[in-house]
């Protein structure tokens, strides 16, 4: 079956870390520029990561410099280290395929994973 | 604030027609046709129904269609069901320096 399962979220103080991992199967995710995008609580879709195919990454502004994306094609897994959290980076996490063709957009996203941001 | 601009709600009765705006400018919607919209019913991932502006992937009903004008994209649902009360999302491509935006979604609600 073709799907993306995240893990790793969980309740984190302030100032704290994270890493958020997210497994393929049924494809090879070194084919696929592979996304990070966020839902906070009762709000909209918000990109936050790209790692493209290239090696090329592109951060939203919101978390440049305090998140990193990164793959592991051995693995068939990507993941999102998240340093510096604060109470706005609390939301749903969702792991997304984005279509191996020219565009952009998203043909499959995980489950997604909880990251809770409070002391 | 969300760079592409939706209405927060639109409703319509069983059979109606709506359609969702998705408002942007020259450096995203207006410059790039990749245009996606997303269907998310609550508590669920959001799923693909509408990518490169006006192309629907397989399983997707014929019934949504998207279109655009300028930096004005659409989403319209025909023949509106039940199961389409959701909340929908425009998605766009903005270049390398900005990568892609969400608009701030739309619910949709059959009467």
């Known amino acids: 079956e073709v799907q993306l399962v995240e893990s790793g979220g969980g309740l984190v103080q302030p100032g704290g870390s994270l890493r958020l991992s997210c497994v393929a199967s049924?494809?090879?995710?070194?084919?696929?520029?592979m996304h990070w995008v966020r839902q906070a609580p009762g709000k909209g879709l918000d990109w936050v990561s790209v790692?493209?195919?290239?090696?090329?990454?592109y951060y939203s502004g919101s978390v440049k410099g305090r998140f990193t994306i990164s793959r592991d094609n051995a693995e068939n897994s990507f993941h999102l280290q998240m340093n510096g959290l604060g109470v706005e980076d609390t939301a749903v996490y969702y792991c997304a395929r984005e279509r191996a063709a020219p565009g952009l957009d998203f043909d499959l996203w995980g489950q997604g994973t909880l990251v809770t941001v409070s002391s | 604030q969300s760079a592409l601009t939706q209405p927060r709600s639109v409703s319509g009765s069983p059979g109606q027609s709506v359609t969702i705006s998705c408002t942007g400018t020259?450096?995203?919607?207006?410059?790039?046709?990749?245009v996606s919209w997303y269907q998310q019913h609550p508590d669920k991932a959001p799923k693909r129904i509408i990518y490169d502006v006006t192309q629907r992937p397989s399983g997707v009903p014929d019934r949504f269609s998207g279109s655009k004008s300028g930096s004005t994209a659409s989403l319209t649902i025909s023949g509106l069901q039940a199961e389409d009360e959701a909340d929908y999302y425009c998605c766009s491509f903005a270049g390398k320096s900005t990568f892609t935006t969400f608009g701030g979604g739309t619910k949709v609600t059959v009467l």
């Open positions: 790692s493209i195919t290239t090696g090329e990454r």
């Open positions: 020259s450096s995203d919607v207006g410059g790039y046709n990749y």
């Open positions: 049924g494809f090879t995710v070194s084919g696929h520029d």
